[in-house]
């Protein structure tokens, strides 16, 4: 069974940084391209950044280009989001994504094949 649990979420103030978490199973995570988007209410999902099956390659939207970073852990099954200068914009839910046994990334979701519950970022200002 595939699943996708992202951790790490919370409440940080305007300025800060935090660091969240997606742990995955049940597929080759090592051979698969993964992605963080988000979403507030109200809203579609939006492409945040993605990763290739190495951690070479990285791309990321131009609201987060220079203050967010995605790297993964192959061995731990595991793709991080480091967030700094976080604003209340970026008040949202956030989820990680995984193409399933693709090499290559990509900012489209519908490109994905399995999709996490989200975690919740605040920001406060």
């Known amino acids: 069974q595939v699943q996708l649990g992202e951790t790490g979420g919370g409440l940080v103030q305007a300025g800060g940084s935090l660091r969240i978490s997606c742990v ?28 290739s099956w190495s951690g070479g390659s990285t791309d990321y939207a131009d609201s987060v ?12 099954n595991t793709v991080y989001l480091q967030m700094s200068s976080l604003q209340p914009e970026d008040t949202v839910i956030y989820y990680c994504a995984a193409r399933h046994e693709k090499l290559t990334m990509t900012a489209t979701a519908g490109r994905y094949d399995y999709w996490g519950q989200g975690t919740h970022v605040t920001v406060s200002s």
């Not at 049940?26 to 990763?51: C, D, L, N, Y």
Request: hydrophobic share 35%; aromatic share 16%; glycine share 16%.
């Open 24 to 51: 995955a199973s049940g597929f080759t995570f090592s051979r698969s391209a993964m992605g963080w988007f988000r979403q507030a209410p109200g809203k579609e999902r939006g492409f945040v950044a993605t990763i």
């Open 65 to 76: 280009e220079g203050r967010f970073t995605i790297s993964r852990d192959n061995g731990k």
